[in-house]
């Protein structure tokens, strides 16, 4: 199993482009997340999403957009890429159900990250 | 507003020491609080987590601390090792997809 993979691993967009993130997770868990890491700041939670076809805006989720058409792929979106969306996204994935009798554990499961610069 | 307060920033400590790494937090509706390791470059990964219906949760040499009643948790590490440096992030959990928020993270260096 890949576990959660992201692509690209890197980008430099300008100011005013658009691009779109793609997470994908072989693990078949329910809930996938997108975060974005800055210095100082932890992981913030952009958007998430229960389940195909559903999606949820999390606490910092201005400028950004989602979509989650197959369950294993989760899509990030920027459509007009500005500095201050400069960082580190990371996707992860979990899933509600534990082992047979067992709860869950709710463990995040997350990706390499995708560095992105907006210059 | 951050919902989980960690400290310190960076910690630096001998081999062998016990680094010692707070979080609190406000939201008494966080029903689960883990702990993540993150390494230059890579994703974080789960370390050891704990509920709010035990004071202490043991795996190998990270101990969390949870003291309900103060919303305070904290990790400990034994016998620290140099590869034990890393960023450590507590989290806190809730949500019907169960959200994280997490805290600003402690650079975490263990010197030989």
């Known amino acids: 199993n890949a576990g959660v993979t992201q692509t690209p691993k890197f980008r430099v967009l300008k100011t005013g482009q658009s691009m779109t993130l793609l997470c994908a997770q072989d693990?078949?868990?329910?809930?996938m997340y997108w975060y974005r890491q800055d210095p100082g700041m932890g992981l913030r939670l952009i958007h998430y999403s229960v389940g195909e076809g559903t999606t949820a805006k999390g606490e910092v989720p201005d400028g950004y957009n989602v979509s989650r058409l197959k369950k294993q792929n989760f899509l990030l979106g920027l459509e007009s890429a500005a500095p201050s969306q400069t960082s580190v996204y990371f996707c992860?994935?979990?899933?509600?159900?534990?082992?047979?009798?067992?709860?869950?554990?709710?463990?995040?499961?997350f990706g390499p990250g995708t560095r992105l610069t907006v210059t | 507003q951050q919902q989980v307060k960690q400290s310190p920033q960076s910690l630096i400590v001998q081999k062998g020491g016990i680094p010692i790494i707070n979080c609190a937090y406000e939201?008494?509706?966080?029903?689960?609080f883990p702990w993540y390791q993150q390494f230059p470059g890579k994703g974080p990964a789960l370390l050891i987590a704990?509920?709010?219906?035990?004071s202490e949760k043991k795996e190998g040499r990270f101990t969390i601390s949870f003291n309900k009643s103060a919303k305070q948790f904290s990790l400990h590490i034994m016998d620290s090792q140099p590869g034990d440096s890393a960023t450590y992030f507590c989290?806190?959990?809730?949500?019907?997809?169960?959200?994280?928020?997490f805290g600003s993270g402690t650079q975490l260096t263990v010197l030989p």
């Open positions: 704990i509920r709010p219906d035990v």
């Open positions: 992860a994935s979990s899933s509600p159900w534990g082992l047979a009798g067992a709860r869950s554990s709710y463990e995040q499961y």
């Open positions: 989290a806190a959990s809730t949500g019907s997809a169960r959200q994280l928020t």
């Open positions: 939201n008494t509706a966080f029903d689960y």
């Open positions: 693990m078949n868990h329910e809930y």
